[in-house]
């Protein structure tokens, strides 16, 4: 973990714990590359913007992780969180001087098992930013799990599906079409690049939940894990062995990853 390239201290991870006001990104790095970084650069640049009305050096950021890594040699998942610990409760709109917070953990092991999904009526602030207010999302998680179901799946009151709390979903079509929900969302990096690998075999249109039943398969996408097959939403239950499931798999990691 450190803060601008240097160890945190608790003086320093104390308004982003207290005021947690700030944004960030995750991204899975193998050998010091990672899938889309100029998305996840893209990305810390444009919601910069929108939680602290001020520019971000990508340069900067991309210095700062390549500091925290230059001794880790398995593959890791890196979250970057942008975040000012001068900004205080009471007055979060003043000049801001973001902070670039590098922190790893070790990468999850791919491709991950099938997961089942709880439906909740639930929509994420500013949901296409990456802000690390996360408490809805993770008490709509714990429900689910409680329930005996793997996340949660967003649905609006009408029942138009989302995303998932932390990645996002896609549906597969009889026809070997990847359909993403046309919603209000934050569209994932992983998403982003399957869309521009599959290119005309890829549509977005409203799904809803009485609508499941018109699909085959279904898969969940991130950073950190890629492409995961999804089981079932509520009780709808799809196959996990579609071959088009193994198809986006092997688009994903077709990519290749851009040197940090």
Same mark, same amino acid.
């Given at each position: 973990?450190?803060?601008?390239?240097?160890?945190?201290?608790?003086a320093?991870?104390?308004?982003?714990?207290?005021?947690?006001?700030?944004?960030?990104?995750?991204?899975?790095?193998?050998?010091?590359?990672?899938?889309?970084?100029?998305?996840?650069?893209?990305?810390?640049?444009?919601?910069?913007?929108?939680?602290?009305?001020?520019?971000?050096?990508?340069?900067?950021?991309?210095?700062?992780?390549?500091?925290?890594?230059?001794?880790?040699?398995?593959?890791?998942?890196?979250?970057?969180t942008?975040?000012?610990?001068?900004?205080?409760?009471?007055?979060?709109?003043?000049?801001?001087h973001?902070?670039?917070?590098?922190?790893t953990r070790?990468?999850?092991?791919?491709?991950?098992?099938?997961?089942?999904?709880?439906?909740m009526?639930?929509?994420?602030?500013?949901?296409?930013?990456?802000?690390?207010?996360?408490? %809805? &999302?993770?008490?709509?998680? @714990? *429900?689910?799990?409680?329930?005996?179901?793997d996340? !949660?799946v967003? +649905?609006?009151?009408?029942?138009?599906?989302?995303?998932?709390?932390?990645?996002?979903i896609?549906?597969?079509?009889?026809a070997?079409?990847?359909?993403?929900?046309?919603?209000?969302?934050?569209?994932?990096?992983?998403?982003?690049?399957l869309?521009q690998?599959?290119?005309?075999?890829?549509?977005?249109?409203?799904?809803?939940?009485?609508?499941l039943?018109?699909?085959? %398969? &279904?898969?969940?996408?991130? @950073? *950190?894990?890629?492409?995961?097959?999804?089981?079932? !939403?509520?009780? +709808?239950?799809?196959?996990?062995?579609?071959?088009?499931?193994e198809?986006?798999r092997?688009?994903?990691?077709?990519?290749?990853?851009?040197?940090?």
């Amino acid at each position: 973990m450190e803060l601008n390239g240097a160890p945190v201290t608790l003086a320093d991870l104390a308004p982003l714990g207290l005021v947690n006001y700030g944004h960030f990104t995750s991204m899975r790095v193998v050998s010091g590359s990672v899938r889309g970084l100029s998305l996840h650069l893209d990305r810390l640049t444009r919601d910069c913007r929108q939680v602290f009305a001020t520019d971000l050096d990508p340069d900067r950021v991309r210095d700062h992780v390549r500091h925290a890594l230059r001794e880790v040699t398995e593959p890791v998942t890196v979250r970057v969180t942008i975040y000012d610990p001068a900004i205080e409760l009471g007055n979060p709109g003043g000049p801001a001087h973001p902070h670039v917070l590098v922190t790893t953990r070790s990468a999850p092991a791919v491709p991950q098992a099938p997961m089942s999904l709880q439906s909740m009526v639930y929509a994420r602030d500013l949901p296409r930013v990456k802000h690390i207010g996360l408490f %809805g &999302a993770l008490h709509h998680r @714990a *429900a689910a799990k409680r329930a005996g179901f793997d996340d !949660v799946v967003f +649905t609006t009151p009408d029942g138009k599906i989302t995303e998932i709390a932390t990645s996002n979903i896609g549906f597969i079509t009889s026809a070997g079409q990847l359909v993403w929900p046309h919603a209000d969302v934050l569209v994932g990096t992983t998403m982003r690049l399957l869309t521009q690998a599959r290119d005309e075999d890829v549509v977005t249109e409203p799904v809803t939940l009485d609508r499941l039943g018109e699909f085959v %398969g &279904a898969v969940a996408t991130n @950073a *950190a894990v890629g492409v995961r097959a999804v089981s079932r !939403v509520d009780n +709808t239950q799809w196959s996990i062995e579609h071959e088009l499931i193994e198809i986006l798999r092997k688009d994903y990691e077709s990519i290749p990853p851009q040197k940090i």
